[in-house]
């Protein structure tokens, strides 16, 4: 699949949802990841936007592509939906958070002595919301669809279980508890399975160079 042609949405980094003005769930990531496949993926595309949640800026800073900064699993949706077209790809590396706050207090909640108690609800699956807008919008239906899965246990089998729920043509799996190449590393290595059962491998290296195989897999192998 040649992408001169497409535009291709990536997200990267995480989301935040605030239990009150000072306090929200939030992961560790950075956002690194993201960035890398927003970079390898310009040079290759027609256009290239990269949504993205609280990071640094700096890793943004002078990016020749449009960047689009968001709070919530919920924001980040809305702002893929308002960038959705034919002849897409998205490549949906953040890790947005999956749980919410059923109430944010309005004011900071006071330390007690008795523990506190925090009801959460789902959020949307923004992958799978996708998957749905293209069955019920025929143009849409050329959208593909590529996902992240980062575990820490059984790794290969919850991805390949992503792969198959939310109708992916390809799921990069990764280990995010190893130290040398989880959350805010420069490295990572990488388990990409495509719809139709191959497995291919990117072994310990730079987040950059991860990218480049990931988009090259994208290219030849889609």
């Not at 198959?164 to 280990?175: H, R, S, T």
Request: neutral net charge; charged residues 25%.
């Amino acid at each position: 699949m040649q992408l001169n042609d497409k535009k291709v949405i990536v997200t990267g980094g995480p989301t935040r949802e605030w239990i009150d003005p000072v306090r929200y769930i939030s992961n560790a990531s950075s956002g690194k990841m993201g960035i890398a496949i927003a970079d390898a993926a310009y040079k290759q595309c027609k256009e290239l936007v990269f949504i993205h949640g609280p990071i640094d800026g700096s890793l943004i800073s002078g990016k020749p592509y449009r960047c689009k900064g968001v709070e919530s699993t919920v924001d980040m949706l809305e702002a893929i939906k308002q960038e959705l077209s034919p002849n897409l790809v998205l490549i949906m590396a953040a890790a947005p958070a999956d749980y919410k706050p059923v109430t944010k207090s309005p004011t900071k909640i006071k330390k007690t002595n008795e523990n506190l108690i925090i009801e959460l609800q789902r959020n949307p699956d923004i992958l799978k919301t996708i998957a749905s807008i293209k069955k019920q919008h025929q143009e849409f239906n050329n959208i593909v669809l590529i996902g992240f899965a980062a575990e820490t246990t059984d790794v290969i089998a919850y991805g390949k279980t992503k792969l198959v729920e939310k109708e992916l043509a390809m799921i990069c799996i990764n280990d995010v508890s190893r130290s040398d190449t989880g959350f805010g590393s420069d490295f990572n290595e990488v388990t990409v399975m495509l719809a139709n059962g191959k497995i291919i491998n990117l072994h310990r290296m730079t987040k950059k160079e991860v990218a480049e195989g990931i988009i090259n897999i994208i290219i030849n192998e889609l």
